[in-house]
């Protein structure tokens, strides 16, 4: 994956840009915003309360699903640019193959043309007798040159064969990662689907209790939070709070929406740090430290399985994008089991 350090492009990752924007969006926005008649089988007796915590459970396991199709996608976009290379190289390596043939076929019909006469022999019946050991010695050193030239050639041809195998190896692995995309993609629809579901089955004072809860409140109050542990860290806090109101969008890394390791990845890229796509993976980019040494600028991450990830704003408040129709916003730092603080 390469060094956390090097400057990460903000894109919207996965294998059909379009198709995300269009469906997902929907798909996340409407979480909150589709909140009509309440669909078969819904639970109308169910508290409002319980509800929610399995919207929220629903929740969290999308962002599970969610991280596991940015690895995914991640895995694959990878693998596309090593197969590009790997075939840039083949054919490189059999343009070369092609020119060594040339030459060796020009060498091989000169020798026809003189009836395949030994060499020493058309020499001796030359007209220069004088200098028939120099020129020996010359045919001698051309023999020696076709024979490392054929031997380069079967080199050549043999690391050919060696790349074009890789090649196919990376077509197969960029084959079963893209079928694991759309694994992940699928899962992480259901799980919003059947949130939504749950959504519209609430009352109308409970779906706007939930809206409210969605939103978040005001900026909090950050005076005295201490400095940033970085000039780089500070600049990534600062973004990460130019995102804030910015909508959820799973699979996005900005910069007009963002799921949770996409706000933190793209922010520390505006500082020129790059981070690993995932939380798992930022979670060991960089020094960790205990949550009583946390600075504004550090990475919060959360659950035993690292599935989602803040920047610590300081003050015990974070910034994160939460969830589907929930906008970037400050959260409590103990909002959530913390898994580990983390500095770039």
């Not at 693998?79 to 190289?89: G, I, S, V, Y």
């Not at 043309?113 to 050193?141: F, N």
């Not at 799921?259 to 793209?266: E, N, R």
Request: charged residues 25%; aromatic residues 4%; proline residues 5%.
């Amino acid at each position: 994956m390469g060094s956390h350090r090097r400057t990460a492009h903000s894109r919207q990752s996965g294998f059909d840009l379009g198709t995300r924007v269009t469906v997902l969006t929907v798909a996340a926005a409407g979480a909150v915003a589709a909140l009509g008649a309440a669909p078969a089988g819904a639970a109308p007796q169910d508290k409002p309360a319980d509800t929610k915590a399995e919207v929220d459970r629903l929740y969290e396991q999308a962002e599970q699903a969610t991280e596991s199709f940015n690895k995914a996608d991640e895995r694959a976009d990878r693998l596309r640019k090593d197969l590009a290379r790997t075939q840039d190289e083949v054919a490189r390596g059999q343009e070369r193959i092609n020119r060594m043939r040339q030459a060796l076929g020009m060498v091989a019909g000169a020798q026809y043309r003189t009836g395949g006469m030994d060499p020493s022999l058309v020499l001796m019946l030359s007209s220069d007798p004088e200098g028939y050991l120099d020129r020996a010695g010359t045919m001698d050193r051309i023999s020696a040159r076709q024979a490392d030239d054929l031997a380069e050639l079967q080199e050549a041809q043999r690391q050919s064969a060696q790349q074009r195998a890789e090649a196919q190896r990376q077509l197969a692995e960029l084959d079963r990662s893209r079928k694991a995309v759309a694994r992940h993609k699928h899962t992480v629809e259901k799980k919003l689907a059947k949130a939504r579901r749950l959504l519209n089955s609430m009352t109308g004072p409970d779906r706007a209790a939930f809206e409210r809860a969605s939103r978040g409140g005001a900026r909090p109050d950050l005076a005295g939070a201490g400095p940033a542990s970085s000039s780089r860290a500070a600049a990534a806090l600062a973004a990460a709070q130019s995102a804030l109101g910015k909508p959820y969008v799973w699979g996005a890394n900005g910069p007009s929406g963002f799921d949770c390791s996409g706000l933190t990845q793209w922010s520390y890229a505006q500082a020129g740090v790059g981070l690993p796509r995932t939380s798992q993976a930022q979670r060991y980019a960089g020094q960790q430290v205990s949550l009583s040494q946390a600075r504004p600028g550090d990475l919060v991450t959360y659950r035993n399985d690292a599935s989602h990830v803040g920047i610590y704003a300081g003050n015990g408040q974070v910034i994160h994008a939460p969830y589907p129709g929930a906008a970037v916003r400050y959260d409590p730092v103990g909002m959530m089991p913390v898994s580990s603080v983390t500095r770039p």
